[in-house]
């Protein structure tokens, strides 16, 4: 069996990614059954003979993310690895079985759900995992730390080996909902992260002042050193209500600037104004847009809610 552990879970090959950390020694492939009992021979022998005790240790391993939203929900599978090494030969395999753990420091920023700090671990494929759902409440940097508890060994191989502990970092921030704007009424697409990364917004407006839109597309990239600031673009398709005939679509480009309200670390609300320039594009007519001098379309914001 290659030293290097195997994903606790394949569906963590996403941009959430299983990191797991191991030694780069490769241990020779041996049955699950057959290595169990091996091991157990030898702790039965070396417990007369100290020189022949063999060295077993477990060790945690958990997925990790870097950040997270005030409101999301992480599933953090934890699995256990035991390493035994036997007359200088190292073997490696994940558990079947235990009981690990978990804590958040500091609980004011995140909680396991439901609130009972162990999880059994469960049986499955590739590894056995425990599964800890962890739900950001505010903004901070959390630390999650996950203790094994129970090997789910004892009886065949015995207690009191060394086991190391799993621990990862989670940034957790307030991220926005668009609520309103003057592009679109309704929006489908509202999540706006944090407003430090990229992010998409689509909606549409079924009749306002005569005028309905559809297939409205918003693409904004923060700047990298300042999320009150940023660059956009949209697409946005309309026409006179009842005559669709009248069909128009705009394109726009521009630069836009974040306004928060309340306190700019916990703001209660914000605006997004948009400048710039583009086209409208209609059945025989192109005419130019120009909003570069002051904003010519606006997006409101809101946090998004903290769970109870």
């Known amino acids: 069996m290659d030293g290097e552990p195997t994903p606790v879970s394949p569906t963590d090959a996403s941009v959430h990614a299983m990191r797991l950390h191991a030694g780069r020694r490769r241990s020779p492939f041996v049955p699950l059954s057959l290595l169990l009992a091996l091991i157990a021979q030898a702790v039965a022998v070396g417990s007369a003979n100290a020189a022949t005790r063999p060295r077993i240790s477990y060790e945690a391993f958990s997925g990790s993310v870097d950040r997270l939203c005030v409101g999301e929900t992480y599933d953090f599978e934890v699995g256990i690895r035991r390493t035994a090494t036997i007359n200088g030969q190292r073997y490696a395999q994940w558990v079947a079985g235990g009981y690990i753990l978990g804590s958040v420091d500091p609980p004011n920023v ?149 306004i928060f309200y309340g306190d700019p670390k916990r703001p209660v609300e914000g605006d997004l104004l948009m400048k710039g320039s583009g086209v409208l594009i209609c059945t025989g007519s192109a005419i130019e847009i120009d909003y570069t001098t002051t904003p010519g379309f606006q997006i409101g914001f809101k946090p998004r809610p903290a769970p109870p």
């Open 110 to 258: 995140g909680r396991f759900e439901p609130v009972d700090a162990g999880r059994d671990v469960v049986a499955g494929l590739p590894v056995s995992v425990a599964t800890f759902t962890f739900v950001p409440t505010a903004p901070g940097r959390a630390t999650l730390e996950f203790v094994i508890l129970r090997t789910g060994e004892e009886r065949r191989i015995g207690t009191g080996f060394p086991t190391n502990n799993a621990t990862t970092e989670v940034e957790v921030s307030d991220c926005f909902d668009a609520y309103t704007s003057g592009l679109a009424t309704t929006f489908v697409d509202k999540d706006m992260l944090d407003l430090a990364e990229p992010f998409f917004l689509t909606g549409y407006t079924p009749n306002v002042g005569g005028v309905t839109t559809e297939t409205q597309y918003m693409f904004f990239a923060p700047n990298p050193q300042n999320r009150t600031t940023g660059g956009y673009a949209f697409v946005d398709t309309g026409w006179a209500t009842g005559r669709p005939d009248s069909k128009c679509t705009a394109y726009i480009s521009g630069r836009y600037d974040v």
